[in-house]
């Protein structure tokens, strides 16, 4: 993919008039099926610089991306983007985020919103429908950016496996 968004995008040629420098961020996520369970079985991630969380047991977990975002002209077009797997947990809740959520300021000093804030927030809402986190999440962004402008394009999902075959 990163090989191909620069070739698309002519940054692989290495002008650097009349080019633009553009990329992305991204996340991709592959879920496997036992055929004879018939149940979810596996998850597989590769992040660039956008990280998969988890909550499992009121536990927040981490996988980061790599520091390596796709398409852009320093983006090094061989790079191997980490692959990571681990069994599905079916009471185990998934999100992946781009980097506006956190880097949103506000509150009372105009800080970040910040990871421990979006962890806390995790942890505490995963064992409500996600239509309801949703709510709670955006419900909670608003407060805590009040006026302040938006910074960046904010993207999330949430996913888990509970009751789906």
Not at 46 to 69: C, E, F, H, M
Not at 97 to 110: A, E, I, K, W
Not at 134 to 140: A, E, P, Q, Y
Request: net charge positive; aromatic share 12%; with cysteine.
């Amino acid at each position: 993919l990163n090989r191909f968004v620069k070739s698309e995008l002519h940054q692989d040629k290495g002008r650097r008039r009349g080019v633009s420098d553009d990329g992305m961020d991204a996340a991709f996520c592959r879920i496997e099926k036992d055929p004879k369970r018939r149940k979810w079985t596996r998850i597989s991630y590769a992040g660039a610089r956008i990280p998969l969380i988890y909550v499992r047991s009121d536990n927040v977990w981490t996988i980061k991306g790599d520091r390596q975002s796709i398409g852009y002209r320093r983006s090094d077009p061989d790079f191997t983007y980490t692959h990571h797997e681990m069994e599905i947990d079916p009471e185990t809740c998934f999100y992946m985020f781009s980097d506006g959520l956190t880097d949103q300021l506000g509150g009372v000093r105009g800080r970040r919103f910040g990871n421990p804030r979006l962890r806390a927030f995790l942890k505490n809402n995963a064992k409500n429908p996600f239509s309801e986190q949703k709510k709670r999440l955006m419900d909670g962004f608003m407060e805590y950016k009040k006026d302040a402008d938006v910074q960046d394009d904010i993207t999330g999902v949430g996913f888990g496996f509970t009751g789906i075959e």
